[in-house]
C-alpha cells in the first residue's frame, strides 16, 4: 500500500508522443484525416519499415505484448512466470521498448494475471507502439521522425519512469525509445550568464522526463523543484534541427522545457543541471496506528495542524501516507539538520499522538553523511524497483498554507470520505509530500521557467490513490480512474485558484489546462506553436492537445 516512490518522487518522468503531418507525398496517397493503425490499407509496407531499420543502423525494433508468452501462440511457461515475477517491477518496463507499467494505458491488454481460460481478455498491442527505434543519438532520432511524418503514422517518445497520464505511449505508434541515452559527465565549473558553478550533463534515458514536468523530491525545500535546477537542453525539434535551449540560446523552449510538460515541445537528448554539495542529512520516519477512529483522526488533524509551521523551517521536506487507522511518515528530511534539530522539529506532534494513545510501530531519528545514504535507508534498493504504477491510479492538489490554517475541518472531511468509500476495488491511501518551493525560499526568479506557478505558494501536495490488485478488470480500472477523479475534485473544490502536479495528475480532468499549466498556458502554446508547428508530439493533456488531433474510439488520433 505504501508508495514510496509516488512519496520520494526520484524516478519520474517519461516522456511522450509525437506525430507528424504528411510532408512530401510518397508512394501512397496519405488520410488527410487520421494517422494509420497497422489495420490500415496506408499502414507502411514491410520494406519501408525494413528501409527505416537500415537507415538507423538495425535499432528499429518490432513491439511485442509483455505477457504474450501468457497466451496462446506464444505460450511458454517458463518465461510466463518470469514476467509474471516481475510485473511489479519498474525495470521490467524500462528494458523493454514499448511496454508501459499501468494496465490502464495497457487498456488492460495481455495481461498476464487474466490469460486463463475463462477470461476474455485478448493479448494484443493494443495501445501501445507498433515499432520503436532504440534512440543512440540525433541522428536516429532525426530518421524517426521523418519517417513518421513521410507514413503519415503516430508518434511518441517513451523514456524511463512512470507516467499515470500515457504520455509515453500511443496506438499505432513508432516509438522514440530514449531509454538507453545515459551518459553522464560532471563539469565542475559550468559557466553561462545565470550561473556558473558546478553541473552535471545526463542522458535522456536517466533524466526522464522528470525536470519537464516539474520535479519534486526530498530535497525540494533546499534547492526547489528539478525544473529549477536546468541549465540547458539538448533537443532535436520536429522539424529535424538538433539545437541547443538555455537561458541565452532558445530561451522560449528552454523556459517551456523546465516544467511546462514533457516530449510536447522538442525530443529531448539530454540536459545539463546544476549539481549541489552532498552532505550530512538528518531524518524522521514512523508509523503509528490505532483502532479508535476518534483518536486517530484527532492525530491526523494534529499533524495537518503543525504542517505550515514545518514548511517555514529552512530545508524542511516531509512526505506521508495514511489509510484507515495506519499513517507512516515515509521521511521528513532536514538538510545539515542534526537528531535533536529533527527531534525538536516533531517534538509536539509526538507529544500530542502520544496523548492521543497512537501506538508507533516504527519510529527514528537518522542522521548520515550524505543524501544518498538517508534515502537508501529510508527506501531499500530492493523495494525501490517496485513499480508502483503497474498496479496503483492516483490524483492530486496543490493545497495552499491557508487552507490547512483556515479550513482543515474540512479537508479532513474531504480524506475521511475517501478513505471510507467502500466501492473501491483496490486499498484507499491519502498521501501527502510537503515542500516549501516558494521562490523566495528557493532563490529562483519568477518567470524563469514553466512550472505551474500554484506550487510556489502551496503548502502540501495532496494525493489520493489507490493500489489494485493485479487482474482488476479494465472496468474495475475505469471504475477506479473516475473515483480518483472525484476525489481530485473534492480537494479542487476547497482549493479554488490552485492546481496538480502534473506527474501525479488524471488524464482526463476537464480542468487541465487550468489545473496543469495556470497562466502559463497560453505562452507555453506560443512555444509549441513555434517549435512544433505541424503538432506532430501530441498526448492528452499536453499544452494544445485540443487544437489539431483526438482519438476516436478505437485509439486512432484524427484531426479535430
Ligand atoms: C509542417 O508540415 C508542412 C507540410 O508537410 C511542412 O512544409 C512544414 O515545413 C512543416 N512545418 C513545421 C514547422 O514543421
Ligand atoms: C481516413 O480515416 C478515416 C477514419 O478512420 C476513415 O473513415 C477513412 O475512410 C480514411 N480515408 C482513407 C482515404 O483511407
Ligand atoms: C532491424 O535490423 C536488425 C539487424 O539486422 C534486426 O536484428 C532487427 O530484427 C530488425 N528490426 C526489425 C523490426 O525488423
Ligand atoms: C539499444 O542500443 C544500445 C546502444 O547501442 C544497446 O546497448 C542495447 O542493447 C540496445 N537495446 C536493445 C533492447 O536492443
Ligand atoms: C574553475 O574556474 C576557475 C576560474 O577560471 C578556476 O579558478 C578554478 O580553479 C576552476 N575550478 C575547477 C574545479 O576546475
Ligand atoms: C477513543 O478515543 C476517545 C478519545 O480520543 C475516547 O473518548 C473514546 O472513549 C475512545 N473509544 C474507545 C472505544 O476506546
Ligand atoms: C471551507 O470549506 C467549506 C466547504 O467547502 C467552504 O464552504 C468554506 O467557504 C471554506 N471556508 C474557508 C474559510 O475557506
Ligand atoms: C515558504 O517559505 C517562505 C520563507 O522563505 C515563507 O514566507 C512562506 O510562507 C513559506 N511558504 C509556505 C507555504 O509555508
Ligand atoms: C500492489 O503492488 C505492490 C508492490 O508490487 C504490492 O505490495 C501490493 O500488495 C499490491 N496491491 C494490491 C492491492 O494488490
Ligand atoms: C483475481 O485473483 C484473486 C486471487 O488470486 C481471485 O480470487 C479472483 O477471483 C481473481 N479475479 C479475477 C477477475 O480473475
Ligand atoms: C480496449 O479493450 C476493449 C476490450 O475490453 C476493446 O473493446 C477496446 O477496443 C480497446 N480499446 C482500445 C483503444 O484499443
Ligand atoms: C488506451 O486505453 C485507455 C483506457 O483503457 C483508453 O481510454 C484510451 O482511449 C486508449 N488510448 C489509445 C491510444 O488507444
Known amino acids: 500500500m505504501v508508495n514510496y516512490c509516488t512519496i520520494l518522487a526520484l524516478a519520474l518522468g517519461v516522456l511522450s508522443p509525437a506525430f507528424a503531418l504528411p510532408s512530401r507525398p510518397h508512394s501512397r496517397p496519405h488520410n488527410a484525416s487520421c494517422r494509420y493503425l497497422p489495420t490500415d490499407a496506408g499502414w507502411p509496407t514491410r520494406a519501408d519499415w525494413d528501409r527505416l531499420n537500415n537507415t538507423v543502423g538495425g535499432k528499429l525494433m518490432r513491439g511485442e505484448p509483455l505477457a504474450q508468452s501468457c497466451y496462446p501462440s506464444f505460450e511458454d511457461a517458463a518465461k510466463c512466470a518470469q514476467v509474471r515475477d516481475g510485473w511489479g517491477s519498474n525495470s521490467l518496463y524500462y528494458d523493454d521498448p514499448v511496454a508501459v507499467m499501468s494496465p490502464f494505458w495497457l487498456n488492460n491488454s495481455c495481461n498476464p494475471f487474466l490469460s486463463s481460460a475463462g477470461h476474455t481478455r485478448a493479448c494484443t498491442l493494443d495501445n501501445v507502439s507498433s515499432y520503436a527505434i532504440n534512440i543512440t543519438d540525433a541522428a536516429t532520432v532525426i530518421a524517426g521522425i521523418e519517417f513518421a511524418r513521410q507514413n503519415n503514422i503516430r508518434l511518441s517518445v517513451k523514456n524511463t519512469g512512470h507516467d499515470y497520464l500515457g504520455r509515453s505511449t500511443g496506438k499505432g505508434s513508432l516509438a522514440l525509445w530514449t531509454h538507453n541515452l545515459r551518459d553522464v559527465s560532471v563539469n565542475m565549473n559550468y559557466t553561462s550568464s545565470k550561473y556558473s558553478g558546478p553541473a552535471v550533463k545526463i542522458g535522456a534515458g536517466i533524466a526522464g522526463g522528470f525536470s519537464q514536468n516539474g520535479g519534486y523530491g526530498q530535497l525540494s525545500s533546499l534547492y526547489g523543484l528539478a525544473a529549477d535546477n536546468t541549465l540547458k537542453f539538448e533537443v532535436v525539434t520536429t522539424d529535424l534541427r538538433h539545437l541547443i535551449a538555455s537561458p541565452s540560446t532558445n530561451a522560449d523552449l528552454y523556459w517551456a522545457l523546465s516544467g511546462g510538460g514533457s516530449g510536447n515541445y522538442a525530443v529531448v537528448l539530454s540536459q545539463t543541471v546544476k549539481a549541489h554539495p552532498d552532505g550530512q542529512i538528518a531524518g524522521a520516519t514512523f508509523v503509528f496506528t490505532s483502532t479508535n477512529t476518534t483518536s486517530f483522526w484527532s492525530a491526523i488533524q494534529a499533524w495537518y495542524r ?71 535507508t529510508l527506501v531499500p534498493p530492493s523495494r525501490a524497483d517496485s513499480s508502483f504504477p503497474s498496479n496503483n491510479t492516483i490524483g492530486s492538489r496543490l493545497v495552499p498554507a491557508r487552507v490547512v490554517q483556515d479550513n482543515l475541518t474540512a479537508l479532513l472531511d474531504v480524506y475521511r470520505r475517501i478513505l471510507e468509500d467502500d466501492t473501491v476495488p483496490g486499498m484507499i491511501a491519502v498521501g ?57 475534485d473534492w ?66 488520433l484524427c484531426r479535430v
Open 306 to 376: 503543525l504542517s505550515p509551521r514545518f514548511n517555514l523551517i529552512p530545508g524542511l521536506s516531509a512526505s506521508w501516507i495514511f489509510s484507515s487507522g495506519l499513517f507512516r511518515l515515509t521521511a521528513a528530511t532536514l538538510p545539515g539538520g542534526t537528531a535533536s534539530d529533527m527531534d525538536a522539529i516533531l517534538r509536539d506532534f509526538y507529544q500530542a499522538a502520544q496523548e492521543l494513545d497512537m501506538a508507533f510501530v516504527a519510529r527514528k531519528t537518522i542522521v548520515k553523511p550524505s543524501f544518498v545514504e538517508l534515502y537508501d
Open 432 to 488: 501527502g509530500t510537503s515542500n516549501n518551493v516558494s521562490h523566495a525560499n528557493v532563490g529562483v526568479e519568477p518567470d524563469s521557467n514553466a512550472v505551474l506557478p500554484a506550487w510556489r505558494d502551496a503548502l502540501l501536495s495532496s494525493s489520493a490513490a489507490v493500489s489494485f490488485a493485479v487482474n482488476t478488470s479494465i472496468q474495475d480500472l475505469q471504475f477506479i480512474q473516475a473515483k480518483v477523479n472525484t476525489w481530485q
Open 491 to 556: 480537494v479542487k473544490a476547497l482549493t479554488p485558484g490552485s492546481g496538480s502536479y502534473i506527474n501525479e495528475a488524471t488524464y482526463d480532468n476537464p480542468d487541465w489546462k487550468l489545473d496543469y499549466y495556470g497562466n502559463n498556458y497560453e505562452r507555453l502554446l506560443r512555444v509549441k506553436e513555434k517549435y512544433d508547428g505541424n503538432f506532430t508530439l501530441w498526448q492528452h493533456t499536453s499544452v494544445g492537445a485540443d487544437m489539431y488531433w483526438q482519438e476516436d474510439a478505437e485509439g486512432r
